[in-house]
């Protein structure tokens, strides 16, 4: 069983909406901030949002703000990206990766220690 498994990508139109989830095995989540990151074909990752370890403080790259929310449930080892008023250039993979603190330097990607498979998101225009 893999460490993290991201679901919900897809395809869909411009301005529609998609929800990724993110569920971690054991104790990966524990403790950690978690964040999401995209990478489309020819370009750089880029990060997308991120979550502390309390689900209390939140961070998103400059081209997500006010569209995208990310959130977590503890209980259930699971957190969610919730894409609304989506463009073409949200086009991406989308990978879930667990931070090595609680909730510190949260785009900093040599600081995520763990990475799912990503889930690919394609929106159409």
């Known amino acids: 069983q893999a460490e993290l498994e991201e679901h919900g990508g897809g395809l869909v139109q411009a301005g529609g909406s998609l929800k990724l989830s993110c569920a971690a095995s054991?104790?990966?989540?524990?403790?950690?901030?978690v964040g999401w990151w995209r990478q489309a074909p020819g370009k750089e990752r880029e990060f997308v949002a991120a979550v502390d370890y309390t689900g209390e403080a939140q961070e998103y790259g400059d081209s997500v703000k006010g569209r995208f929310a990310i959130s977590r449930d503890n209980a259930k080892n699971t957190v969610y990206l919730q894409m609304n008023d989506l463009k073409s250039e949200d086009t991406a993979v989308y990978y879930c990766?667990?931070?090595?603190?609680?909730?510190?330097?949260?785009?900093?990607?040599?600081?995520?220690?763990?990475w799912g498979q990503g889930t690919q998101v394609t929106v159409s225009s």
């Open positions: 054991g104790r990966l989540f524990e403790r950690k901030a």
């Open positions: 990766a667990v931070h090595m603190s609680g909730s510190y330097h949260l785009t900093a990607p040599r600081l995520y220690s763990h």
